[in-house]
């Protein structure tokens, strides 16, 4: 089989932030796995916070419709999140919040295009838990609200302020092979939604 399409959402766009650290980490780890990565920046849709006013004056933004673009050109996702306050980043939140309303027109809603997407999740931060309850908190919110499909699989990556080597790679060996197997896991749920 060709390789499937791995759409990588870092959760902060920060510049120097762990979470696009980590992504960039797990694109270069994808191939190996069978996915082709196209890491995807969420601030560069310039989404206002979600308002049903401004949504009712000037309709979904751009933005939006960009994010279902992209998400109808992959087979699987990949989402990276830091972890702020215990939960995942308002940048993540508010573009998946504007994605929810987009409707069916020519192209499936934005909820249509989420249903039964294969998704896996990393975490990263500086702390001892590595982003987990933001991995928690997001799983829930992926799979009720958006019935994306996410694996088991998952990995958060502590002291991450430490983690990485000047290249990029991570210097513990386990780590890597950790977002490794979370990548094949993902690489073979995609293949079996995907599968004639």
Same mark, same amino acid.
């Given at each position: 089989?060709?390789?499937?399409?791995?759409?990588?959402?870092?959760?902060?766009?920060?510049?120097? %932030?762990?979470?696009?650290?980590?992504?960039?980490? %797990?694109?270069?780890? @994808?191939?190996?796995?069978?996915?082709?990565?196209?890491?995807?920046? $969420?601030?560069?849709?310039?989404?206002?916070?979600?308002?049903?006013?401004?949504?009712?004056?000037? +309709?979904?933004?751009?933005?939006?419709?960009?994010?279902?673009?992209?998400? *109808?050109?992959?087979?699987?996702?990949?989402?990276?999140?830091?972890?702020?306050?215990?939960?995942?980043?308002?940048?993540?939140?508010?573009?998946?919040?504007?994605?929810?309303?987009? =409707?069916?027109? !020519?192209? =499936?809603?934005?909820?249509?295009?989420?249903?039964?997407? =294969?998704?896996?999740?990393?975490?990263?931060? =500086? +702390?001892?838990?590595?982003?987990?309850?933001? *991995?928690?908190?997001?799983?829930?919110? $992926?799979? *009720?609200?958006?019935? *994306? $499909? #996410?694996?088991?699989?998952?990995?958060? $990556?502590?002291?991450? /302020?430490?983690?990485?080597?000047?290249?990029?790679?991570?210097?513990?060996?386990?780590? @890597?092979? !950790?977002?490794?197997? #979370?990548?094949?896991?993902?690489?073979?749920?995609?293949?079996?939604? /995907?599968?004639?």
């Amino acid at each position: 089989m060709d390789s499937l399409r791995l759409l990588i959402l870092p959760g902060s766009a920060r510049t120097g %932030a762990l979470s696009g650290r980590l992504a960039a980490c %797990a694109a270069r780890l @994808a191939p190996a796995s069978g996915l082709e990565p196209r890491v995807f920046d $969420l601030r560069a849709l310039n989404l206002p916070v979600y308002d049903g006013d401004l949504e009712a004056e000037q +309709g979904v933004p751009a933005g939006a419709l960009a994010l279902r673009a992209a998400l *109808m050109d992959s087979d699987a996702v990949l989402l990276v999140t830091p972890e702020y306050n215990g939960f995942p980043t308002p940048l993540v939140i508010n573009a998946f919040d504007w994605l929810s309303r987009i =409707p069916a027109t !020519a192209h =499936p809603s934005g909820l249509a295009v989420t249903a039964n997407k =294969p998704v896996a999740l990393l975490a990263s931060s =500086p +702390g001892a838990l590595g982003g987990l309850r933001a *991995m928690t908190s997001l799983r829930q919110y $992926l799979q *009720m609200a958006f019935a *994306m $499909l #996410v694996i088991p699989q998952q990995f958060a $990556l502590s002291r991450a /302020h430490e983690a990485f080597d000047d290249e990029g790679a991570l210097r513990d060996a386990r780590s @890597a092979q !950790a977002v490794q197997d #979370v990548l094949a896991a993902l690489g073979n749920l995609a293949r079996a939604v /995907h599968k004639p």
